[in-house]
């Protein structure tokens, strides 16, 4: 049974099939809607991603994995990368979506700020900087939808945040 995320807002890219083997990351990914996201039983995980610019990629996946780790889930139950639109060419975030292969799912700060009430972290600098209070939990619970709960609270690298939100599997 597949459940689709009740979510809003957001961009979602795919890895483009004409695109093998692009330099160029953002031709590497086209966005289509986010309502195209969908959660079943065996994936209902959104790892959620935060970072610097220029973040090296080795550094979000090693995070990637560590948070997965955390929350005890393989890739296999992983359905989407999410964070904050600001990012949507960012390297590293592009090249953790490819490894796992899922689609990276983007959000404005006005949409991460509404799941502010949700957020184990909140935080003053981020909002400052971004204009929302978290962008890795909260960037995952919008993906996730109304009904997600973090599986794992923001955790930090040196350079980048990361969270796993669960869904309800509720219909949207």
Known sequence: MVFRAGISDGLVAFAAPSCNGCKDMGRAYLTVSVSDISFDTARRHVL??????????????????????????????????????????????????AHFSVPAVYFGALRLEEETPRLANPSEIVFARVGCHGVAEGAALAAAGPDAELAVAKIKSAHATAAVARSGLQKA
Not at 68 to 94: C, K, Q, Y
């Open 48 to 97: 959620g991603l935060g970072c610097e610019r220029g973040t090296p990629p080795a550094e979000m996946l090693a995070l990637a994995i560590e948070a997965l780790d955390a929350a005890a889930i393989g890739a296999a139950e992983l359905t989407a990368i999410a964070s904050i639109d600001s990012r949507r060419l960012e390297p590293a975030i592009l090249a953790v979506a």
